[in-house]
């Protein structure tokens, strides 16, 4: 699974991309969240407030509930702020 | 991306800066069958909030994005607004990278037979694109740099489309 950190959390993760393996039953969103802020405490700064964290999987905006899978293309960044 | 008949929708993601009268010509040249354009530009403004008096000083402004998502989002909003409004022609051109304060960071040009549809459309698309394009701003200011929150507000105008 191929994940992307964008602004602020890119900077808090300490890295733009990587790419992780996360156990079998990490199988939605909210799962993947869970499991990546145990990773360190630059993930856990990152994600302490959900509210405004937002997710993209396989480019397309994604709720927690909705399914990741191995090979998956998983973004996360803060609301967006272009125009 | 040209759509049925003569309707044309483009979007361009880039570094560069763009020329506003060059990019409206370029979409009506050679077409006599629109009846109105509106277009709109947004720049890098010099100060953080809603009064000059009372913000911090903006010196220049950089603009992440989310290659691959960025053109996919900007084209699904362009699609909408042709689906919702009889067009002849859009443009979306968007920046990314540093931008010095008063630099231009967006435009949105519609163009239809009417202007009503014209300017409903010009404001839907950066409506939308201010609350679903994945970019993400970092101004410079005195105290240092800051990242920009996104704005309720924008939210609440973006809304206001909901069918």
């Known amino acids: 699974m191929k994940l992307l950190y964008f602004a602020w959390l890119r900077q808090k993760i300490g890295t733009a991309e990587e790419t992780l393996t996360p156990p079998p039953e990490v199988a939605t969103v909210g799962a993947l969240l869970a499991w990546l802020a145990a990773r360190g405490p630059g993930y856990a700064e990152a994600l302490k407030d959900l509210s405004v964290v937002r997710v993209a999987v396989n480019q397309e905006f994604a709720q927690s509930g909705d399914p990741v899978k191995p090979g998956d293309e998983v973004a996360l960044f803060p609301p967006v702020t272009g125009g | ?163």
């Not at chain 2, 909030?49 to 996919?72: D, N, R």
């Not at chain 2, 607004?81 to 979306?92: E, F, G, M, S, V």
């Not at chain 2, 698309?125 to 005195?142: C, G, I, R, V, Y």
């Open chain 2, 1 to 163: 991306m040209t759509l049925k008949g003569n309707v044309s929708a483009m979007i361009r993601v880039q570094r560069k800066d763009f020329d506003i009268g060059r990019e409206i010509d370029g979409l009506t040249a050679g077409r006599s069958d629109i009846g109105g354009l509106a277009s709109f530009v947004g720049y890098v403004r010099d100060f953080v909030g809603k009064e000059k008096a009372s913000g911090a000083e903006v010196s220049a402004m950089t603009l992440e994005h989310y290659p691959g998502m960025t053109e996919k989002r900007l084209a699904e909003i362009e699609a909408e607004a042709h689906k919702r409004w009889p067009l002849d022609a859009t443009l979306i051109v968007h920046r990314h990278g540093k931008l010095e304060a008063g630099a231009r960071i967006v435009l949105v040009v519609c163009a239809a037979a009417h202007r009503e549809d014209a300017f409903a459309a010009c404001q839907f698309l950066m409506d939308w694109l201010k609350t679903s394009a994945p970019f993400w701003k970092q101004e410079d200011t005195a105290a240092g740099p800051r990242w920009v929150d996104a704005d309720a507000k924008d939210d609440a105008l973006a809304a206001r489309w909901k069918t």
